[in-house]
């Protein structure tokens, strides 16, 4: 899983997320097609994401005898990034529906590529538990860095950021201004074009989800 190099990046090598990628990315895609892998690759890639989180032991009752099982102890926080984000939150839902859900909207500027942050909903206890960014795209990594910066001013310690196709640049930029920040991405793609976006690539994933393109 981490043979590319990067300290801070997970890369999911798993047939069936490279598969349902594939569908992805292809240009053919709409929009109702396109949401539903979205969400389905993510809650793909949560087994993974919460492998470390904390469990606590719980006594029950079984038909059969009383035993000891292991639940959640943590209370979560799953934050997507407005737009694209939203696309992969209901698949990340199915598998933590006790998650809370915060919201940062962030739009890039096409001419700068800088991000420019116009919703900030978040809870007030953000150092409760983990939270896991959500974003498909890490591209220059300017709205990621911004985001994880949001995060931490509202108190979150514990954090990884969940993508779907991930640059080399932008990688690299994560690592520089956001360490100690785990990024797990479906893909790690060749790099960007002059309008910074990643190529392949799968396009403008805010616009193929809501069909805005
Ligand atoms: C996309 C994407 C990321 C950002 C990545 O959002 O969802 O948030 O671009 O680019 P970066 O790494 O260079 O910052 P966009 O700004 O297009 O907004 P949208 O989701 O509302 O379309
Ligand atoms: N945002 C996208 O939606 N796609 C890219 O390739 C880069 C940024």
């Given at each position: 899983m981490n043979d590319h190099g990067y300290p801070n990046l997970v890369v999911f090598d798993h047939?069936?997320i490279k598969?349902?990628?594939?569908?992805?990315?292809?240009?053919?895609?709409?929009?109702?097609?396109?949401?539903?892998?979205?969400?389905?690759?993510?809650?793909?890639?949560?087994?993974e994401?919460?492998?470390?989180?904390?469990?606590?032991?719980?006594?029950?009752?079984?038909?059969?005898?009383?035993?000891?099982?292991?639940?959640?102890?943590?209370?979560?926080?799953?934050?997507?990034?407005?737009?694209?984000?939203?696309?992969?939150?209901?698949?990340?839902?199915?598998?933590?529906?006790?998650?809370?859900?915060?919201?940062?909207?962030?739009?890039?500027?096409?001419?700068?590529?800088?991000?420019?942050?116009?919703?900030?909903?978040?809870?007030?206890?953000?150092?409760?538990?983990?939270?896991?960014?959500?974003?498909?795209?890490l591209?220059?990594g300017?709205?990621?860095?911004?985001?994880?910066?949001?995060?931490?001013?509202?108190?979150?310690?514990?954090?990884?950021m969940?993508c779907?196709v991930a640059s080399p640049e932008g990688v690299e930029r994560m690592e520089?201004?956001?360490?100690?920040?785990t990024v797990y991405t479906a893909a790690l793609d060749d790099r960007?074009?002059?309008?910074?976006?990643i190529?392949?690539?799968?396009?403008?994933?805010?616009?193929?989800?809501?069909?805005?393109?």
């Amino acid at each position: 899983m981490n043979d590319h190099g990067y300290p801070n990046l997970v890369v999911f090598d798993h047939p069936l997320i490279k598969h349902k990628l594939s569908y992805l990315r292809e240009s053919s895609t709409g929009h109702r097609a396109f949401r539903a892998l979205m969400s389905q690759i993510a809650g793909l890639m949560v087994y993974e994401v919460t492998r470390s989180f904390a469990t606590r032991p719980v006594r029950i009752e079984t038909p059969m005898a009383g035993t000891t099982v292991h639940r959640l102890s943590c209370v979560v926080t799953v934050v997507p990034v407005l737009r694209a984000g939203l696309g992969m939150t209901a698949g990340v839902l199915d598998l933590m529906p006790e998650a809370r859900v915060g919201h940062l909207g962030m739009a890039r500027d096409e001419a700068t590529l800088e991000p420019r942050a116009y919703l900030n909903k978040l809870p007030p206890d953000l150092d409760a538990g983990p939270v896991v960014l959500i974003d498909p795209m890490l591209a220059t990594g300017g709205s990621a860095v911004a985001a994880i910066g949001m995060l931490r001013e509202a108190g979150a310690l514990d954090l990884r950021m969940v993508c779907l196709v991930a640059s080399p640049e932008g990688v690299e930029r994560m690592e520089a201004e956001a360490p100690g920040v785990t990024v797990y991405t479906a893909a790690l793609d060749d790099r960007l074009d002059e309008r910074g976006y990643i190529l392949p690539g799968l396009g403008d994933a805010g616009d193929r989800l809501f069909g805005t393109g």
